[in-house]
C-alpha cells in the first residue's frame, strides 16, 4: 500500500515557494504521491444565503494540472493524482491534451482521478450542462482512452466527434489510470464497470466494508474481477486522534488498497511549514 497526501489547497497559500517547499519536503519524508482537489471558480455568498456547498469564492485553489507540472519539475519520484478532476465541466479533449502532457512531463507519474461534481455556479461558469454530467462522463472516459492509446482516432459519440485526428505527444501510460471518485449507487456501478479504481469517501469500517461489498457485487454483475479495481482511501491527521492514527493505515492495509492519503486541511494549518510538519509527526504511523 502506497501512502501519499492531500495536497493543503486552501491553507498553503498563493506563494510558489510554500508549494516547492511542500513538494519537496513530502519527498524527502517518504511519500509516494501527493492528491489535489480540483475547484475552478467559486461562487461568491454575499447574495446566496441559502449556499450549501463546501467551497466558495473565499476558497483558493490551484489548478492541478498545472500545480503537478510545476511540482513534477522540483522532483523525481514523487507521483501525483488529481482527486479528483470535475471531468463533465471541462472540455474533453483539452483535458485529455493536458492529462497526456502531464504525464509525459513528469515520466508517467500522473493517475487521473475524475468525478461529476456538485457545483451547479462551476458547470454554468464554464459553459457547460449540468444534469446529463453523469452519462457525459462514461463517453468522455472512452474517448480520452482512445486519444492516448491511439495515434489517430475517428469518434462518434452523443457529444463528441473526433473526424480522424489525435494528440501528439501520446501520454507515457496508454492509457492514463482514470479513478473515479463519489460514492452514489450510480457511480459505484461506473466504476465497477469502467473505472481502473475507486477514490471513496469512507473509512473502512462497517460501513465502508458494506460499500466495498456493493463494489465487488457490481463488478462480478460486470464480469470483472474486483481485484483489477484499485481502491483509494483517505483520512485526516487530527491530533485529536493521534492515538488511533496506526490503526487507521493498518484498516486501510487490511482491506487491501492501493493508497492511501494523510489529509492536515481543516485542522487549523496555516501555510507550508504548518503542514509538513504534521506529515513529519504522522511518518511513524505511516511506517516512514
Known amino acids: 500500500m502506497k501512502i501519499g497526501v492531500v495536497f493543503p489547497q486552501t491553507e498553503i497559500g498563493p506563494d510558489a515557494g510554500g508549494v516547492r517547499a511542500y513538494t519537496q519536503a513530502v519527498e524527502q519524508m517518504g511519500y509516494n504521491h501527493v492528491l489535489a482537489y480540483d475547484h475552478v471558480i467559486g461562487a461568491n455568498l454575499a447574495n446566496r444565503s441559502n449556499w450549501t456547498g463546501a467551497y466558495s469564492l473565499e476558497s483558493q485553489f490551484h489548478e492541478p494540472f498545472v500545480l503537478f507540472s510545476f511540482m513534477a519539475g522540483i522532483s523525481e519520484t514523487l507521483e501525483f493524482a488529481s482527486g479528483i478532476i470535475i471531468l463533465p465541466q471541462r472540455q474533453t479533449v483539452l483535458v485529455a491534451k493536458q492529462a497526456a502532457a502531464l504525464d509525459v512531463l513528469s515520466d508517467g507519474r500522473f493517475r487521473m482521478g475524475i468525478g461529476i461534481g456538485w457545483n451547479t455556479v462551476e458547470y454554468e461558469s464554464l459553459g457547460l450542462e449540468f444534469k446529463d454530467r453523469g452519462a457525459r462522463s462514461e463517453e468522455q472516459i472512452a474517448l480520452m482512452r482512445a486519444l492516448w492509446t491511439k495515434e489517430s482516432v475517428n469518434f462518434e459519440g452523443r457529444w463528441h466527434s473526433i473526424p480522424d485526428a489525435g494528440l501528439n505527444p501520446l501520454p507515457i501510460q496508454q492509457p492514463i489510470p482514470i479513478w473515479l471518485g463519489g460514492g452514489a449507487d450510480a457511480v459505484v456501478k461506473r466504476i465497477a464497470r469502467i473505472g481502473d479504481g475507486w477514490m471513496p469517501g469512507w473509512q473502512p469500517d462497517e460501513e465502508g466494508l458494506k460499500e466495498l461489498d456493493k463494489l465487488f457485487a457490481y463488478a462480478k454483475e460486470a464480469g ?21 492514527w496506526s490503526d487507521n493505515v493498518k484498516a486501510w492495509n487490511d482491506i487491501k488498497a492501493d493508497y492511501i492519503e494523510v489529509n492536515t486541511m481543516g485542522q487549523g494549518l496555516s501555510g507550508a511549514d504548518a503542514h509538513i510538519e504534521r506529515l513529519e509527526k504522522f511518518r511513524p504511523a505511516a511506517g516512514l
Open 224 to 244: 470483472r474481477d474486483a481485484s483489477d479495481i484499485g481502491i483509494d482511501g483517505r483520512f485526516t491527521a487530527d491530533l485529536a486522534t493521534e492515538d488511533s
